[in-house]
């Protein structure tokens, strides 16, 4: 993958640089260019849109042989003057639209490699040897001299016991506390 990504890059930067060496000298043409639309003569008109077309082909030409891109050069110009004056001394719209959307590819590119590079070099590091962690021995039980005792199991009828008497003795303590006529009422004359 990393090939790939410096050969997109490579690439990206190498349009980039053309294209400024092609806008730095750019200036005459444009300046032709100008004249072309403010003068009202059709004659004057012509005579400027042709000199922006030759030097439009002159500025390419120097522009390609610098970077020994030549042989990519044409002599391609232009029908009217409404098109000389829409599309000269300008660089191709397809290349334009691929700069602006890989602008932020080169940082992006030396970030991601650096970060290629620090995962790479953070495997590569000696590590540390890591000693198995062992318990520390227990300390031997003493001897018995006589077997453990079984755990005792909760006596339930004994609380279910305590529970009933607690209760009978509070009715108890309730009726005491009667007059002797409710007390026999309730109870019987037998108590």
Same mark, same amino acid.
């Given at each position: $993958?990393?090939? /790939?990504? &410096?050969?997109?890059?490579?690439?990206?930067?190498? !349009?980039?640089?053309? +294209?400024?060496?092609?806008?730095?000298?750019?200036?005459?043409?444009?300046?032709?260019?100008?004249?072309?639309?403010?003068?009202?003569?059709?004659?004057?008109?012509?005579?400027?849109?042709?000199?922006?077309?030759?030097?439009?082909?002159?500025?390419?030409?120097?522009?390609?042989?610098?970077?020994?891109?030549?042989?990519?050069?044409?002599?391609?110009?232009?029908?009217?003057?409404?098109?000389?004056?829409?599309?000269?001394?300008? $660089?191709?719209? /397809?290349? &334009?639209?691929?700069?602006?959307?890989?602008?932020? !590819?080169?940082?992006? +590119?030396?970030?991601?490699?650096?970060?290629?590079?620090?995962?790479?070099?953070?495997?590569?590091?000696?590590?540390?040897?890591?000693?198995?962690?062992?318990?520390?021995?227990?300390?031997?039980?003493?001897?018995?001299?006589?077997?453990?005792?079984?755990?005792?199991?909760?006596?339930?009828?004994?609380?279910?016991?305590?529970?009933?008497?607690?209760?009978?003795?509070?009715?108890?303590?309730?009726?005491?506390?009667?007059?002797?006529?409710?007390?026999?009422?309730?109870?019987?004359?037998?108590?």
């Amino acid at each position: $993958m990393i090939k /790939y990504v &410096l050969f997109f890059v490579a690439f990206r930067f190498l !349009v980039q640089s053309i +294209s400024n060496t092609y806008n730095g000298g750019a200036a005459r043409c444009k300046e032709l260019l100008s004249f072309a639309r403010e003068t009202d003569i059709e004659s004057a008109r012509n005579v400027y849109c042709f000199e922006a077309v030759q030097e439009d082909q002159r500025l390419t030409l120097d522009t390609l042989k610098s970077y020994k891109l030549g042989f990519l050069a044409t002599n391609a110009t232009y029908a009217y003057d409404s098109e000389v004056l829409e599309y000269a001394c300008k $660089m191709p719209w /397809y290349l &334009l639209e691929m700069l602006e959307w890989t602008s932020g !590819v080169t940082p992006l +590119s030396i970030v991601w490699l650096v970060f290629q590079c620090a995962g790479w070099i953070w495997e590569k590091r000696p590590k540390p040897k890591i000693k198995p962690v062992t318990p520390p021995p227990s300390p031997d039980a003493p001897p018995m001299d006589r077997p453990p005792l079984a755990p005792r199991k909760p006596q339930t009828q004994g609380i279910r016991r305590r529970k009933e008497e607690k209760s009978l003795m509070e009715n108890l303590n309730k009726l005491a506390s009667l007059s002797p006529k409710l007390r026999n009422r309730i109870m019987g004359e037998d108590v």
